[in-house]
């Protein structure tokens, strides 16, 4: 019987283990997680989502105090088409996130970052393209294009000295996605260097509707390899999305993908940027916890546990510090919800916005639990503590599990002692 191991990943000279580390934001996917899996000699992913607020946060910058002081005078008003981000401290921030992680980095494995084109940050061309020239500079291994189709997104790094040089990837969930990107990109000379097929069972944002459960994954992985066979196009296939044991991986490297893109088991590792309090509620969920809604401003479904605070929630946008979410004219699906439910209710001083959400600030303070659709069997990979709360694993233990594990087999992790008095 195969295991993960027995299959490498090869991205032009470098050879891996075929375990992807998926994208998370916001800061989901930390820089230490990603370490851990380029260590390990696989992938792994940092995201670049908020990532002006993620260096606040982690390296004490001041990005967000800025842009809100430079925009104070906007905070009451429903037109936010002024509130436009800095594009200097856009690359600092970028540059400085890359470049710690880089400086840190270990192994044989790689280091990419997600970039998702729904971040339109009111400019989406210029704030995309600024994003992805800084992680270039900085040193990033790879860019996985994410959450859109990105048909412009490789001419906006054409003219950077590493653009052939760097791995570039996208994230699609259909055959048509991926032969209109090519299509579009045909004049660049530059193809990409791998295809992650992400399936109705991720986390994070979807690439189908809310028909989502009528796909199949292992079906959009074949359907893709035939295409690429036939057309000759030599292109690795990174399936993801509901993969939670190593034999589940290696189905689909039998089917023809030459790697894995995981994130839901990574969710509960002491490496994974979440609260530790929040990794129990990803222990505790039950299947039906779990849904796939509509609130997320990007108009794309999303995948969260019912529990999440930020549902429901109807707290004041937020762009003047934030504004990851308005669109090329300044607009957020939930500005529109928000103003329509303050006009409804005069006088209250907290409503509630139900088909929407705040995703940049509920985002960035873990309020909205995004999660894969297995996120109700990970509490049967690890050990209850005495008080009842789960054991955190460690992102080795649950890389190796992967590459690893025959017979659908998940190995538990060494027990903590319990520390006597
Ligand atoms: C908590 C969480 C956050 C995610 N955030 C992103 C994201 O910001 N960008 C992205 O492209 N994919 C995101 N994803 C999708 C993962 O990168 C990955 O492709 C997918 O979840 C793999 O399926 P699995 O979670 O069943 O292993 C997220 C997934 C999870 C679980």
């Not at 019987?1 to 996917?29: A, C, N, Q």
């Not at 329509?340 to 639990?369: Q, Y």
Request: aromatic residues 8%; hydrophobic residues 40%; charged residues 25%.
């Amino acid at each position: 019987m195969k295991r993960l191991d027995d299959f490498r990943l090869r991205l032009g000279r470098h050879e891996l283990v075929p375990i992807v580390i998926g994208g998370m934001g916001v800061d989901i996917s930390s820089s230490d997680l990603a370490l851990e899996a380029a260590r390990l000699g696989g992938v792994g992913h940092i995201s670049d989502a908020m990532v002006n607020t993620l260096t606040d946060r982690r390296y004490k910058t001041k990005y967000t105090k800025a842009k809100q002081a430079q925009f104070q005078y906007n905070v009451a008003s429903e037109d936010k088409s002024e509130v436009k981000f800095n594009l200097e401290h856009l690359a600092e921030a970028t540059k400085l996130h890359v470049e710690t992680t880089m400086a840190r980095k270990q192994g044989n494995g790689l280091i990419f970052i997600n970039c998702m084109e729904k971040l339109t940050m009111n400019g989406p061309k210029e704030t995309l393209s600024v994003r992805m020239n800084a992680a270039l500079d900085a040193g990033i291994d790879g860019i996985t294009l994410a959450a859109g189709l990105h048909l412009g997104s490789f001419a906006l790094i054409a003219e950077h000295p590493r653009f052939r040089e760097a791995k570039l990837g996208i994230i699609v969930s259909s055959l048509r996605a991926l032969q209109l990107f090519l299509k579009k990109n045909s004049r660049l000379n530059r193809l990409p260097d791998y295809v992650v097929i992400e399936g109705p069972l991720a986390g994070g944002h979807l690439g189908f509707g809310m028909d989502w459960a009528e796909y199949d994954l292992e079906k959009i992985v074949t359907e893709i390899h035939q295409y690429l066979l036939t057309e000759k196009l030599d292109i690795p296939l990174i399936a993801a999305g509901g993969i939670f044991t190593g034999s589940d991986a290696v189905r689909f490297l039998e089917l023809g993908a030459s790697g894995v893109q995981v994130a839901t088991r990574f969710t509960v590792t002491r490496e994974c940027g979440l609260p530790d309090d929040i990794k129990q509620e990803y222990f505790k969920a039950s299947e039906a916890d779990i849904e796939v809604n509509e609130i997320s401003p990007t108009g794309y479904p999303m995948r969260m546990i019912k529990a999440s605070p930020g549902i429901g929630d109807g707290i004041r946008p937020n762009c003047e510090a934030y504004g990851y979410l308005l669109d090329a004219n300044g607009k957020c699906a939930y500005i529109t919800s928000y103003n329509r439910e303050v006009a409804a209710h005069p006088g209250e001083r907290r409503v509630s916005v139900a088909d929407k959400t705040c995703l940049c600030t509920h985002m960035r303070n873990f309020d909205i639990w995004t999660c894969g659709q297995l996120t109700w069997r990970l509490k049967d990979t690890t050990h209850r503590n005495p008080d009842g709360s789960y054991q955190l694993l460690s992102a080795e233990h649950v890389f190796k599990d992967y590459q690893f594990s025959t017979d659908n087999q998940v190995s538990l992790p060494e027990p903590e002692l319990a520390v006597s008095a």
